[in-house]
């Protein structure tokens, strides 16, 4: 299973984010593919999933209102864009996946970063003020 993610990188204070995710190797369609970022000296923090179930999408309060996930399921890609970014969003950004069925029954969100099966490398991204 592999989780590749592209975008981050240097970003302007009230600018925006576009943040992608190729995911291989599993049936995209089984799993709720999201995002997880790891602030400095923060714990991790589940900030958006995807599902491709109906399209659920979950949001973290935090990047709720400012970002939207979405996905090209032909492309088994799902992306993240973030607008508005704050000095708050400087973080490394994980792109991560988790089956939508487990043992506790059917799920259309993840907001746990711990819920998580499979993660990429991650990607950094860096607000400039």
């Known amino acids: 299973v592999q989780l590749v993610e592209s975008g981050g990188g240097l970003v302007q204070a009230g600018g925006s984010l576009r943040l992608s995710c190729t995911v291989s190797?599993?049936?995209?369609?089984?799993?709720?593919i999201g995002w997880v970022r790891q602030a400095p000296g923060k714990e991790l923090e589940g900030i958006a999933s995807?599902?491709?179930?109906?399209?659920?999408?979950y949001y973290a309060e935090s990047v709720e209102g400012r970002s939207t996930i979405t996905s090209d399921d032909a492309k088994s890609t799902v992306y993240l864009e973030m607008n508005h970014v704050i000095t708050d969003d400087k973080a490394d950004y994980s792109c991560?996946?988790?089956?939508?069925?487990?043992?506790?029954?059917?799920?259309?969100?993840?907001?746990?970063?711990?819920?998580?099966?499979?993660w990429g490398q991650g990607t950094q991204v860096t607000v400039s003020s």
């Open positions: 991560a996946a988790g089956p939508q069925f487990t043992a506790y029954g059917g799920r259309v969100y993840i907001d746990k970063a711990d819920q998580y099966t499979y």
């Open positions: 190797g599993l049936t995209f369609d089984d799993y709720v």
């Open positions: 995807y599902s491709s179930n109906g399209g659920n999408t």
